[in-house]
């Protein structure tokens, strides 16, 4: 808890008698095959998911809102991403399809 305290002050005034009675958990859901489900989910009109980055979400969140945003409003891919062709950049998303992920993993 000390060392914590050094990034998160208020830390130092938590005693561990409450710390053991209030701990808290974060879960992160992870996807079946280890890939998020990212994509319109079939069936529901306007619905979007974007789950199961597990322990990625950080470094994939800021992607996976790009894809989201760019199908909802109905935006194309940018033709060029420093040296990834739209086409590829395209085709890996369409793998994070959440029929395609759990089809994958029904089969496998």
């Known amino acids: 808890m000390a060392r ?3 990034f ?3 830390l130092s ?3 561990a008698d409450e710390l053991m009675h209030s701990t808290r958990v ?3 859901p992870y996807a079946l095959g280890g890939l998020p489900a990212v994509g319109p989910v079939p069936g529901l ?3 979007v998911v974007a789950a199961g980055h597990e322990g990625s ?11 989201v945003l760019h199908h909802l409003l109905g935006l194309q891919l940018q033709q060029e991403l420093e040296g990834i062709d739209a086409k590829d950049l395209t ?3 369409l793998e994070l399809l959440p029929e395609r992920r759990l ?6």
Not at 57 to 67: F, I, Q, S, Y
Not at 103 to 108: I, K, L, N
């Open 13 to 15: 005034t938590i005693t």
């Open 4 to 6: 914590a305290a050094t």
């Open 8 to 10: 998160l002050p208020d």
């Open 91 to 93: 085709a890996a998303a």
């Open 103 to 108: 089809g994958a993993c029904t089969t496998a």
């Open 45 to 47: 009109s306007g619905v």
């Open 26 to 28: 974060g879960l992160r």
């Open 57 to 67: 979400g950080l470094c994939l969140g800021p992607g996976t809102a790009e894809l």
